[in-house]
């Protein structure tokens, strides 16, 4: 990664903050409002910007969501008379476990009580990031949308001394055009990186930091999601159901969401973990398989969807957590990766740890102290709440990928149980692969053949990226980085049938032309920023960069 240190650099613009946050999801709005607090019960000031790549606040947001307002609760304890989209209260819970045809429900007695869903708010993340974003704005936290960070600024000593947005008006071949305008420097006593699963400039500091030394590697899925809109008969709000099974095949963890709530609405959702093996199977149509099931087409039929789009997240829970703060900085939420695996659950933890760097960043700032370690905050995470609830769960996905969905996760929920019960039990499995290693060949992974979309419950992916409102400029660098040009057609292709064409959930990445002619194409404009390319591709040779700010989906209500 390429060292910048601000001094080299005179002629770009800098703005000074006493905390620079990267991020506007829940993580880092939290992190801001809690320094806010802090900074007014101290009747001390504190100044505070965030940076969001999305062109606005919650356009690159995507959950579930169904929320434990744990969190919320904390931060913002009168959060429910003050206009919060989170209205819909999770009322009736169903998990049931599939097969083509038909389905088994899991009586609830079954799981844990941390499974529970009772107490928790169905609702869009995203939108309740326009309102976190809002009430941040109303203590003073300047919050930057339409922003890019793609660098670091590092001081003498190797300390971060904050962050450098992305130029603007770049062309394809490099050229600056009429528009151009440099990034600027923004630097701050300490920078809170909160740019959710597989951040890109958190992959940079990891890396070069080395703060997974310790951890090994982070685990992801692929969450793919619409939002329905179905006739009022069918409206049950608050009604919450998860699957598994069907149309996976044993050996593949993941499962369907669908979550009712709002005026009407239906989010339906899919997950996909990364460290699936066949190169042939394809998120995008797994997921619209699993809408065919009765389980789940019942609940659609007659509706309209409205919105779609993916994102990964987090799957590697407690043992995978990197090293939390460096000199300057910390990771905070999914970029560090506190999801709640089983739960399907992250934003509270995410909002949670945000106020927990926030305290420590506070608490330095106030005794004079800048760019250092902020130790407070992971000595504080380890015997918090939120590491209780991680540690319960922390078998659950390395006792999936290694047996299979019905017997890891059956043990897995054994194990579970025992950790509530026997809170001081200490077993930890590890991960194992990193899910870019994941594949087997191409040549002894079986094609899968998946039905021609309907237009009415399952559909093609164009028509679908067409709905995230997903917008990049023709004429600008690729944001998708090939360290090496010639490993998808020359490696991939032969290896693995190139993967990409069917993992890419935005169709972002083809194979065109035969024989000699075999070309691999990358349609940049179509990415909805899922990192799911960053993260699976076999030769590790895919490298997702932050685009000009402001591009990417354009997600409402997601
Ligand atoms: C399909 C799916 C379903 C889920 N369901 C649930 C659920 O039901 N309940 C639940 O609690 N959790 C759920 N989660 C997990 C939850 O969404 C995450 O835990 C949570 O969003 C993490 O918050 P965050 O603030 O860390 O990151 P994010 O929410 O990812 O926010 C990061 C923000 O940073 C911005 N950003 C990233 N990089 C940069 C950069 N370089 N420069 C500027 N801005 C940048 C992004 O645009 C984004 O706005 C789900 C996740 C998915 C994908
Ligand atoms: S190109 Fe990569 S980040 Fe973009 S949508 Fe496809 S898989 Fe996701």
Known sequence: MEQRVLSEEPERETMEFDVVIVGAGPAGLAAAIRLKQLAAEADKDVSVVV????????????????IDPVALDR????????????????????????????GLGVPNIFMPPLMSNHGCYIGSLGSLCVWLAEQAESLGV??????????????????????????????????????????????????????????????????????DTQSGPQKFGIGLKE?????????????????????????????????????????????LHLDYA?????????????????????HLEGGKRIAYGARALTEGGWQAIPQLAFPGGALIGCAAGFMNVPRIKGSHNAMLSGMMAAEAAFEAIQAGRARDVLDAYPEGLKTSSMAAELKKVRNVKPLWSRFGTMLGVTLGGIDM???????????????????????TRASEAKPICYDKPDGVLTFDILSSVFLSGTNHKEDEPVH????????????????????AQCYCPALVYEVVGEGEEQRF??????????????????????????PEGGEGPNYMNM
Request: aromatic share 10%; net charge neutral.
């Open 521 to 546: 194409q990358i349609n940049a404009q179509n990415c909805v920023h899922c990192k799911t390319c960053d993260i699976k591709d076999p030769a590790q040779n895919i490298n997702w960069v932050p």
């Open 227 to 271: 939002l329905w809109e179905v006739p009022a008969e069918k409206h049950k709000p608050g009604l919450v159901q998860h699957t598994m099974g069907w149309p996976l095949d044993e050996k593949t963890g993941g499962g369907s969401f669908l979550y009712h709530f709002g005026e009407r609405l239906v989010s339906v959702g899919f997950v």
């Open 480 to 499: 998708l980085r090939l360290t090496d040009p010639s490993i998808p057609i020359e490696r991939n292709l032969p290896e693995y049938a190139e993967p």
């Open 417 to 439: 149980w025992l950790n509530t019960l026997f809170p001081f039990l200490r077993h930890t499995l590890k991960h194992k692969k990193p899910d870019y290693a994941t594949l």
């Open 75 to 102: 931060l913002i304890p009168d959060w429910r008379d003050k206009g919060s989209p989170l209205e819909t209260q999770v009322t009736k819970d169903r998990f049931s476990f599939l097969w083509r045809t038909g």
């Open 278 to 298: 066949n190169p042939y199977l394809n998120p995008f149509k797994e997921f619209q398989r699993a809408k065919t099931h009765p389980a789940i087409r019942q």
């Open 142 to 211: 300047e919050i930057y949308p339409g922003i890019a960070v793609t660098e670091a600024i590092y001081g003498p000593g190797g300390e971060i001394e904050g962050v450098i947005t992305g130029d603007m008006g770049v062309a394809r071949d490099g050229s600056h055009k009429d528009s151009y305008t440099p990034g600027i420097a923004l630097t701050g006593k300490y920078t809170l990186l909160a740019e959710g699963a597989r951040g890109s400039l958190s992959k940079q500091l990891i890396a070069k930091l080395g703060l």
């Open 51 to 66: 940076l969001e790549k999305g062109s606005t606040v919650g356009a690159h947001i995507l959950s579930g969501a169904v």
